[in-house]
């Protein structure tokens, strides 16, 4: 793996450090300095921002912008997406972003997510009932991998035979297989190929789904052949094909992927914490507030997406010349003890202590509200109807995924006492 080098810091931070043991590692990133020059994941230099205060100002400075076209040329390499998946929010910078956002943000308001909440529940009983008498399981591959993506199927209109694929796909992404190299490729191809026949077939038979209204959007300017960027749209609400498409990609992979690391990291924080286990089995009440606090502690996502200044900017007294790329480190932000005292300690009556994990700005976490709401139900049924909840291997058998951007685990087996449900 490569190694990620630091400049200024204690010496060269081995990437497996950041994946095995994150905390400590950022911990000392943060005492060495707010910012770092780096060899990244990919290769190419970067600069790694750590301290809280600096990381949030960084997630809603404009001058760092998310749009490729302003990283200098051979300083970034990231996923080799196509032009029709590759136009999605997370390389948008105003006006385009604001313009594409508006387009989806109300399908996940705190109003329409509650509606989603009955349905929700029902998949999640649903697929504890399948599992319930065999007393243990991979809760990953059983529960909270097909909960978010069941979901936010329904929500977009994904016909359920296609499901299967799309989280093998998804996790060829999020997880290379270094013996497959050209797994990811296949997979990136696989997913084009698939959203291209969903809109083609929401097109011809529209559903009460999110995407139908988007395609409905998207067709009523009489678009016909326009692919790129509508750039210098100014307020219209129109998207072009490619954004249309990315757009589908976007919401599912990104409403997939962090949901099942927030889900399966909160339940390991409680197999790590069985007093604060019983503490929520025995006050569910608490859920919202504690989904907070596992968010902050262990969240899916360690690094923001990556920046490029606009110009020359001082990030915590360094100047980062324009052109580079930024990486704003969410997971060493959320446990700096300058913004939250005992940052290690995961501490359930916390509050509302703005942690990053959901990120800040304009590029707040669009399905923020929806991956709240699940991760709740998530919990909350599993203590109400397993009891006796626990590891089913030794602790220090656990994986992590081998990524710094991606906070999740491989599996999660876990073993109850098959029964009746806990409390009935």
Not at 111 to 122: D, H, N, S, T
Request: net charge negative; proline share 9%.
């Amino acid at each position: 793996m490569q190694n990620t080098v630091v400049s200024g810091s204690p010496g060269p931070l081995d990437a497996s450090a950041l994946i095995a043991d994150p905390y400590a590692a950022y911990a000392a990133l943060r005492q060495a300095g707010p910012v770092h020059r780096i060899t990244g994941p990919d290769g190419r230099p970067a600069w790694l921002v750590t301290r809280y205060d600096d990381v949030r100002r960084a997630l809603a400075d404009p001058r760092l912008s998310l749009d490729k076209r302003n990283a200098l040329p051979g300083n970034y390499r990231g996923f080799a997406l196509p032009p029709a998946l590759d136009a999605n929010l997370l390389n948008m910078d105003p006006p385009d972003h604001t313009r594409v956002r508006r387009l989806v943000v109300k399908a996940f308001t705190p109003g329409r997510v509650e509606k989603l909440r009955e349905p929700v529940q029902r998949v999640a009983d649903e697929l504890l009932d399948a599992v319930e008498p065999e007393g243990r399981t991979d809760l990953l591959a059983s529960y909270a991998g097909p909960l978010p993506i069941t979901v936010i199927c329904d929500l977009l209109g994904v016909p359920p035979r296609d499901r299967r694929d799309f989280r093998a796909w998804t996790d060829a992404l999020i997880t290379p297989d270094p013996e497959r190299p050209a797994a990811a490729k296949e997979a990136i191809g696989h997913m084009l190929r698939f959203f291209t026949g969903l809109i083609a077939s929401k097109r011809a038979e529209p559903g009460d789904d999110l995407l139908s209204d988007l395609i409905a959007v998207r067709d009523d300017d009489g678009g016909g052949s326009e692919t790129g960027p509508r750039s210098g749209s100014g307020g219209d609400d129109r998207l072009s094909e490619d954004e249309l498409t990315s757009l589908a990609f976007l919401i599912l992979f990104a409403g997939y992927e962090n949901t099942v690391h927030l889900i399966g990291n909160s339940v390991l924080a409680l197999l790590d914490h069985p007093e604060l286990l019983r503490e929520l089995r025995e006050n569910p009440a608490g859920l919202a507030s504690a989904v907070e606090e596992f968010a902050r502690y262990d969240g899916p996502g360690p690094l923001a997406i990556r920046r490029f200044p606009r110009e020359d900017t001082v990030i915590g007294g360094v100047t980062v010349p324009a052109g580079e790329t930024v990486l704003l480190a969410i997971a060493s932000a959320n446990r700096d003890a300058g913004h939250f005292p005992e940052p290690d300690r995961l501490d359930l009556h916390r509050g509302q202590s703005g942690h990053l994990a959901l990120g800040h700005g304009i590029h707040y976490c669009l399905g923020a509200p929806l991956a709240r709401m699940e991760t709740e139900i998530a919990l909350g049924t599993l203590l109400s109807r397993l009891p006796g909840l626990a590891l089913d291997v030794p602790r220090e058998e656990l994986r992590w995924r081998p990524s710094i951007r991606a906070r999740g685990l491989l599996s999660l087996p876990v073993s109850w006492q098959p029964g009746p449900r806990a409390g009935g």
